[in-house]
């Protein structure tokens, strides 16, 4: 069974980074992208980032410049590297993988950003 599990979440200050990871465990095969979302309180939920097969990276233009995905794929992991952060990014982030049958999230972590 296939499970992704979210971690480094927390509470920072305003100018302040955090990274976020997303370990996979169970054997997921044909992995499409990898991504990341986010949901503020009373909003839709947002993608903030992806990273296709080949490397591909994509951003909102909310997080340009200030946000980085990566990936390791040995580790089956994906990481969200936040700098600059402000307190609009305060969200639960999830990710999400899809393959070419299915689709696996996570279960989120909660980033919170002080003024």
């Known amino acids: 069974q296939v499970q992704l599990v979210e971690s480094g979440g927390g509470l920072v200050q305003a100018g302040g980074s955090l990274r976020l990871s997303c370990a996979a465990s169970?054997?997921?095969?044909?992995?499409?992208?990898r991504a990341w979302y986010r949901q503020a309180p009373g909003k839709q939920r947002e993608l903030v980032a992806t990273?296709?097969?080949?490397?591909?990276?994509d951003y909102a233009d909310s997080v340009k410049g200030r946000f980085t995905i990566s990936r390791d794929n040995a580790k089956n992991t994906i990481y969200l590297q936040m700098n600059s952060l402000r307190p609009d990014d305060t969200a639960v982030y999830s990710c999400?993988?899809?393959?070419?049958?299915?689709?696996?999230w996570g279960q989120g972590t909660q980033v919170t950003v002080s003024s």
């Open positions: 999400r993988y899809t393959t070419f049958a299915n689709d696996y």
């Open positions: 990273i296709t097969r080949t490397g591909n990276t």
């Open positions: 169970g054997a997921i095969f044909s992995i499409k992208t």
